[in-house]
């Protein structure tokens, strides 16, 4: 390997080591040590970011546009090196991570020219009426302002696009929040280099040096003294159920509770209606599987169940395990989230009224496809089944009639993304479904599979609990930024005090 990690953590502007130390778990190649994350430098992280925020969250919008491509630039000039490391310590393939690496930087520059335009602001102004009666009017504006240092907890299944310098990262610092990002220990390589290309820029544009801190993995109390840090005002978070449901606990349950913006993952079910079943199943089935095994199946986007009904059922299974034996065995992230697909696989495997269509094996770090099916009864008598299992894995859930489909659609918890496969004559059983998943998910998908999310103004992902644990919030295209930022209103406040963005309206 050309790049040797020198496995410390970015502190203030001051790349530091600790005395305890973890290896690294690469799927292939060498192996490094890091140092391990502790609460002192939680401390010194928390109060430079709070420092960097009196300059940096009241810089120009320009100031912080200018940041944020020049971190872009800063990660494209060792794009090289990211994927090498990348590579070695995911077993994610080389397009795979240039692809995400291009998405990072793009929505790194997307945020720039967002705060550019000033839409984020969402300003507004009632002018005085001082005539009015009885009572006269005052000047009111309003506009929305950042909120204060911001931790990030990086994702285990995108090393760029959801980790250090990530969507979280990104939003946050368009709204003028300095970040302190828990590194996840599945990258550290990765993640150093792109701390790198922030310190770099940070360097070039004289930012104070607490803009921007990386701590790399550790124990666990580095992650609760992250969040119960007084000086962190908001938590991003993309990782398991359980994972972040303890540290939503840990934020709301602070002396100052603060919002924790925790995407969780789903399910994402899959509604493929009679009249689209009948028309181009066996299309469907092989675009199911295609979405369902993409990535190794490690997306929380996945689209882990199809409901259809049962005397269409045969066709579409068959078409599936066709489709889905021909996937060879793929690399998982890590040995954690092998063993959680065997685990799951297993836990599927012995619901009641459970049929296997295609088994497979899951040896260490190298998963197959699987895939079940089970009538709605079955699976609507067990709780477990409606369980995302992270990994290449497909449930076919059959209905007897349209008002089975619908109670399926009504028993689902919160999601991601539902998707319905419709033609013409659908319409009125999708019109009957719509008003339910729209309940259920922060995304509606028509005819396609959610593994795709494009980075643009109008995505949402998102979704209500357990999908997140803000359904007023997507960490996924522009409208994330108004996660970080809170209204002021300003009465009556003389001009020359006005900030700058509030006096052109």
Not at 84 to 98: D, F, K, M, Q, V
Not at 218 to 233: E, M, Q, S, W, Y
Not at 400 to 405: H, S, V
Request: charged share 20%; glycine share 10%; hydrophobic share 40%.
């Amino acid at each position: 390997m050309t790049y040797e990690p020198h496995g410390k953590h970015l502190i203030a502007g001051e790349w530091r080591a600790a005395q305890i130390k973890f290896r690294s778990e690469p799927a292939h190649g060498d192996a490094f040590d890091f140092s391990v994350g502790t609460v002192e430098l939680v401390n010194t992280a928390a109060e430079s970011a709070e420092e960097a925020f009196w300059s940096y969250g009241y810089s120009s919008r320009e100031t912080r546009a200018a940041f944020l491509d020049t971190i872009a630039d800063e990660i494209e000039v060792r794009g090289a090196k990211i994927t090498e490391i990348g590579a070695s310590e995911t077993g994610l393939p080389a397009a795979r991570l240039e692809g995400e690496r291009g998405r990072t930087t793009g929505q790194l520059r997307l945020f720039a020219s967002h705060i550019r335009k000033g839409e984020h602001l969402d300003r507004r102004h009632d002018e005085a009426l001082p005539n009015r009666t009885p009572l006269p009017r005052p000047d009111i504006r309003l506009m929305q302002r950042p909120i204060g240092p911001v931790a990030v907890f990086g994702a285990s299944n995108f090393p760029l696009a959801f980790s250090t310098m990530g969507g979280d990262t990104a939003s946050a610092l368009a709204a003028g929040c300095p970040v302190i990002v828990k590194g996840h220990s599945a990258h550290p390589g990765t993640s150093e280099i792109v701390a790198e290309a922030a310190d770099a820029a940070i360097r070039r544009l004289g930012l104070h040096p607490g803009v921007f801190s990386l701590i790399q993995g550790g124990r666990r109390d580095v992650g609760t003294a992250l969040v119960t840090h007084p000086l962190v005002k908001a938590v991003g978070f993309t990782g398991s159920l359980a994972g972040g449901r303890a540290l939503f606990d840990l934020c709301v349950s602070r002396p100052e509770p603060i919002p924790f913006f925790g995407e969780l993952g789903s399910v994402n079910p899959m509604f493929i209606l009679p009249e689209a079943l009948k028309a181009r199943g066996a299309e469907i089935a092989k675009g199911w599987a295609s979405s369902l095994t993409i990535g190794a199946g490690q997306f929380c986007t996945n689209p882990g169940i199809a409901i259809i009904l049962s005397d269409q059922v045969d066709t579409f299974a068959e078409a599936t395990r066709s489709a889905l034996s021909g996937v060879g065995p793929q690399v998982m992230l890590n040995d954690g989230m092998a063993k959680a697909y065997r685990e799951g696989s297993m836990r599927i495997a012995a619901g009641a009224g459970v049929r296997a269509v295609l088994t497979t094996t899951c040896d260490q770090r190298d998963a197959t496809p699987f895939l079940f099916r089970v009538s709605a009864e079955d699976w609507l008598s067990n709780h477990l089944l409606s369980e995302e299992v992270f990994g290449p894995l497909g449930l076919i859930v059959t209905v007897e009639t349209i008002e089975e489909m619908i109670a399926v659609a009504k028993s689902f918890n919160g999601q991601l993304t539902a998707t319905l496969h419709l033609d013409a004559g659908d319409t009125q059983v999708a019109r009957s479904l719509l008003a339910i998943l729209e309940r259920k998910a922060g995304r509606v998908l028509a005819n396609g599979y959610p593994t795709g999310v494009e980075v643009c103004d109008a995505m949402v992902h998102g979704g209500p609990y357990p999908a997140s644990t803000n359904f007023g919030a997507t960490s996924v295209g522009t409208l994330s930024i108004r996660r970080f930022l809170r209204p002021v209103c300003y009465q009556n406040l003389p001009e020359e005090l006005q900030p700058d963005d509030l006096k052109s309206i």
